[in-house]
């Protein structure tokens, strides 16, 4: 089955202990990307990869860092987390291949940061 | 600069009376638009995209979308809703030009009314 895997699902943390939330792919899809949802402001993108070793910068970059080192995976780090990033995460994948190519959601994974 | 803006933040309605919901876009090439649904502590699903093909966009449970260039808007709507169709809408608009970004509306939430 073609789907977009997070783990873990829920996390509770409290803050400055290192954290990563991992993301995987099965479709051979070249872009991936993560976005953090809150109320009232929709999805914003953290951080997005068009292919294996390369990333760049969304627009809520600050406290996140990600690494792009085979083609299926794609984790979220926080280095420090802090309350300000309790968030519902997810990430995403699509091929680029094209231009009308939508994307498709892992479940999400609701942090919570204390 | 790019950017998508759905104009009402929560829309209710009657069971079996029509949806609207409202999103208009800003971008500098022809754009590429979807609407994703989210179902309560569910992720998100692609309802329908536009692909330049035809103007009005057919998607899953009859959800239609209309793409109107001058109007620069990209509503969604239904004929008759149900239940079920309480969730919340996003309007998203896909970004090419160097990068490759996605740009999420702030979100609709629907309520249907017994």
């Known amino acids: 089955e073609a789907q977009v895997t997070q783990n873990p699902r829920y996390l509770i943390t409290v803050t400055g202990k290192k954290l990563t939330v991992t993301c995987s792919q099965n479709?051979?899809?070249?872009?991936m990307s993560w976005y953090r949802q809150d109320p009232g402001l929709g999805l914003r993108q953290i951080y997005y990869s068009m292919n294996v070793e390369v990333t760049d910068k969304g627009d809520v970059p600050e406290g996140y860092k990600v690494s792009r080192k085979e083609k299926r995976n794609f984790p979220l780090i926080l280095e420090s987390p802090s309350p300000n990033q309790t968030s519902l995460y997810f990430c995403?994948?699509?091929?680029?291949?094209?231009?009308?190519?939508?994307?498709?959601f892992g479940p999400g994974t609701r942090l919570t940061v204390l | 600069a790019q950017s998508v803006t759905q104009l009402d933040s929560h829309v209710s309605v009657s069971e079996g009376t029509p949806v609207l919901l409202r999103c208009n876009y800003s971008s500098s090439y022809s754009p590429s638009l979807f609407w994703y649904v989210q179902h309560p502590n569910k992720g998100l699903q692609l309802l329908l995209k536009?692909?330049?093909?035809?103007?009005l966009v057919k998607g899953i449970n009859g959800f239609e979308a209309e793409f109107k260039k001058s109007e620069t808007s990209f509503h969604l709507t239904k004929p008759s809703a149900h239940m079920s169709d309480a969730a919340e809408y996003f309007c998203v608009v896909s970004v090419i030009s160097g990068t490759y970004k996605y740009i999420f509306g702030t979100g609709t939430r629907l309520k249907v009314l017994a």
């Open positions: 479709m051979n899809h070249e872009y």
């Open positions: 536009y692909t330049s093909a035809a103007t």
């Open positions: 995403a994948s699509t091929r680029l291949a094209g231009v009308y190519n939508e994307q498709f």
